[in-house]
């Protein structure tokens, strides 16, 4: 009886441990990192008042990420005003916050590129090629996480466009279908 | 024959230099495109690809022999091989490849006067790859993999020829195996490098009622190459090939380009040579040719 007891007793502190345990968890959002536009923030006071937060994991030398630029211009300059953040990372090994800055005034970005120097948010999220994007909802949850589109070498006009149909099925109250693809572009090079 | 020390030398001072090139680079700053040595080798997959068939074609030209001497001799006739191969290549446990490649050869030869046109099947090829790091993973550590290859006696042998000068022989008539490692990095995002070295055996056989005895087979070959805009590459490979058992040693010089013509099609073209000139080979033919080779893949 006692042993029952104990076992019970046992359980009950376990469960309250690692419900502790995962409220203390941090979530995605919390990540703070310095951007291209002079601020270091958390995601989560990035985001504001959005609803969705599309992250795109940036290489500055990377030719499928360039071939990308006009379709993350179209997604920042079309979503930005329906309730979705889109921001740039740079997680690679070797990168700075100057050059970031050199790289988005070339490439004609609106929107800043986070500095990511030791990968974390890139692990976090499972970020291994450049163009990987992830779509974030306010909890924090990811909804999407894959390639912008399956196009790697040239854009195509007929080509599925993952992120711009999922965040629209999202605005739509629905999910993205699908809600994960393959990345094409180059190694995000880590130390 | 007794083996040559000195080859053996030459490959791993090769393969070992090439090593400590990749290894000890200065780091880069910049990301890589992830497929430059894909976009070279034609049963190669890149990162990204599950599988892949391809189409290649190879004319050569005879242009002498080196001798016992490594002294070289223009050829007193003519040869020209054209070579076809189907192959495929499919991605195994994720970081493993397994390609196969069917040739099938034509050979014309002229000797004094006399003409003679001959092939058939070849050896057929397998080939294996581990990548246990990518190229342009990390920083510092070159990407590293594990090759192995394999090909089978399924070309007539050299003595098994019914024609007169030879033109129908399409194989080596003995099973060859090798393993090898590959380095290979990209630096700055605009350079290429990659080193093979190999080690191997020529399995032995009979010929005519006479043994012939394994032999070990070395080799050891670079390349470096230039990443160009739309994933072009253009590089320039050196290949050293050596049987120290047969006192065979050969050089092969090579300078190739490939390039995607969309995302599931992508082309290679290329020249190379054995160069002619003495001390460059022993006991081999020196040849000039160029290969072409069309691949569609999926990813």
């Known amino acids: 009886m006692n042993m029952k007891r104990n076992l019970v007793g046992s359980l009950v502190i376990a469960s309250i441990f690692f419900a502790g345990a995962a409220s203390a968890q941090p979530s995605l959002l919390d990540h703070e990192l310095a951007g291209t536009d002079g601020e270091t923030k958390s995601l989560r006071e990035r985001m504001g008042e959005a609803d969705y937060l599309v992250l795109t994991f940036f290489s500055a030398t990377c030719p499928c990420q360039t071939l990308h630029d006009p379709r993350l211009r179209a997604l920042h300059e079309d979503f930005g005003s329906s309730g979705v953040v889109l921001l740039a990372v740079d997680s690679e090994a070797g990168s700075s916050l100057e050059r970031d800055r050199q790289e988005a005034a070339k490439r004609f970005y609106d929107f800043p590129i986070l500095s990511d120097p030791d990968a974390k948010l890139a692990d976090a999220v499972g970020a291994r090629f450049a163009t990987f994007t992830v779509i974030v909802d306010r909890s924090g949850a990811i909804r999407y996480r894959g390639g912008i589109d399956p196009d790697r070498t040239r854009l195509r006009g007929d080509s599925p466009q993952y992120v711009r149909e999922g965040l629209e099925r999202l605005l739509a109250g629905s999910s993205p279908d699908p809600a994960e693809t393959k990345a094409f572009g180059c190694y995000l090079r880590r130390r | ?299």
């Open chain 2, 1 to 299: 024959m007794r083996p040559h020390a000195s080859d053996r030398a030459a490959v791993a001072a090769v393969v070992g230099a090439a090593a400590l090139l990749l290894s000890a680079a200065p780091p880069a700053a910049m990301a890589s495109p992830c497929c430059a040595g894909a976009t070279l080798m034609p049963g190669r997959l890149m990162v990204h690809e599950e599988a892949l068939v391809g189409l290649d074609l190879k004319l050569r030209n005879e242009l002498g022999a080196f001798d016992d001497d490594a002294t070289f001799a223009d050829s007193s006739g003519t040869e020209l091989a054209f070579e076809q191969g189907l192959f495929g290549a499919l991605r195994v446990g994720g970081s493993g490849q397994l390609a196969v490649r069917i040739p099938l050869l034509q050979t014309f030869r002229s000797f004094s006067g006399e003409g003679e046109t001959g092939g058939g099947l070849g050896d057929l090829q397998i080939e294996g790859r581990w990548d246990f790091v990518d190229a342009g993973q990390y920083l510092r550590l070159p990407g590293i993999a594990l090759v192995a290859s394999a090909a089978l006696p399924t070309g007539r042998a050299p003595e098994q020829v019914t024609k007169l000068l030879g033109t129908d022989a399409t194989g080596t008539g003995a099973l060859q195996l090798l393993a090898g490692l590959q380095v290979e990095q990209v630096f700055d995002g605009r350079i290429f490098a990659s080193a093979i070295g190999s080690l191997g055996t020529r399995a032995p056989r009979e010929v005519r009622g006479v043994e012939v005895p394994a032999s070990l087979l070395l080799g050891a070959s670079g390349s470096v190459g230039l990443l160009l805009p739309r994933d072009a590459v253009l590089a320039f490979s050196a290949s050293l090939a050596s049987e120290p058992d047969a006192d065979r040693r050969s050089l092969r010089l090579g300078l190739s380009a490939g390039r995607p013509l969309s995302d599931d099609w992508r082309v290679q073209g290329g020249v190379f040579s054995d160069p002619p000139w003495g001390g460059m080979g022993r006991n081999q033919q020196a040849s000039l040719g160029a290969t072409f080779v069309l691949i569609r893949s999926w990813t």
